[in-house]
T-cell receptor
Framework: DVKVTQSSRYLVKRTGEKVFLECVQD?????MFWYRQDPGLGLRLIYF???????EKGDIPEGYSVSREKKERFSLILESASTNQTSMYLC???????????FGSGTRLTVV | KQEVTQIPAALSVPEGENLVLNCSFT??????LQWFRQDPGKGLTSLLL?????REQTSGRLNASLDKSSGRSTLYIAASQPGDSATYLC???????????FGAGTQVVVTP
């Protein structure tokens, strides 16, 4: 069963901490994405990657960075966590030419 | 910028009725349109993907249509069941990277 796996289901971190969210896909997909989902704001794209070591900013990249050292793994990094980064974080992957998406089950991050 | 709107925001129907969910988008230059389902606190599950050259897609009790010229898609769920209760999200891809622009979703409750 093909899937996208996010390493943590729930995380609680303190303000100022450096936070790593990990995502692994087993479908050999080219593209990987990080979205955050907030009530009233919907899903918003933070960063995406179309190849190993390649990354592009999405709509809301401020306060985040990403790393893709291997094709199957895409990490989201919160350099210095703040309370306004409390959210549900969703990782997804897809591949040309169809670009059908597969999402992970999400990480609920709370920053206190 | 592409904007995606879903109406209604919430819908409640008795079991057995057909569901009709609407999605509209402002820019007709899309690569594809996808429908997802999201259960509370969970990730997104892909339901149907319609390529820009297609008019509709079907999977079991689900049928989705696409009218690019009018910027509309409709998801039909036949003979609804309580297990269909979830939030349904529409998303369009408008570039070659496969990035998605999401609607806010329609929350569906099917009562026994």
């Amino acid at each position: 069963d093909v899937k996208v796996t996010q390493s943590s289901r729930y995380l609680v971190k303190r303000t100022g901490e450096k936070v790593f969210l990990e995502c692994v896909q087993d479908m050999d997909h080219e593209n990987m994405f990080w979205y955050r989902q907030d009530p009233g704001l919907g899903l918003r794209l933070i960063y995406f990657s179309y190849d190993v070591k390649m990354k592009e900013k999405g709509d809301i990249p401020e306060g985040y960075s990403v790393s893709r050292e291997k094709k199957e793994r895409f990490s989201l990094i919160l350099e210095s966590a703040s309370t306004n980064q409390t959210s549900m974080y969703l990782c997804a992957s897809s591949s040309p030419p169809v670009y059908g998406y597969t999402f992970g089950s999400g990480t609920r991050l709370t920053v206190v | 910028k592409q904007e995606v709107t879903q109406i209604p925001a919430a819908l409640s129907v008795p079991e057995g009725e057909n569901l009709v969910l609407n999605c509209s988008f402002t820019d007709s230059a899309i690569y594809n349109l996808q429908w997802f389902r999201q259960d509370p606190g969970k990730g997104l599950t892909s339901l149907l993907l319609i390529q820009s050259s297609q008019r509709e897609q079907t999977s079991g009790r689900l049928n989705a249509s696409l009218d690019k010229s009018s910027g509309r898609s409709t998801l039909y769920i036949a003979a609804s069941q309580p297990g269909d209760s979830a939030t349904y999200l529409c998303a369009v891809s408008t570039d070659s990277w496969g990035k998605l622009q999401f609607g806010a979703g329609t929350q569906v409750v099917v009562t026994p």
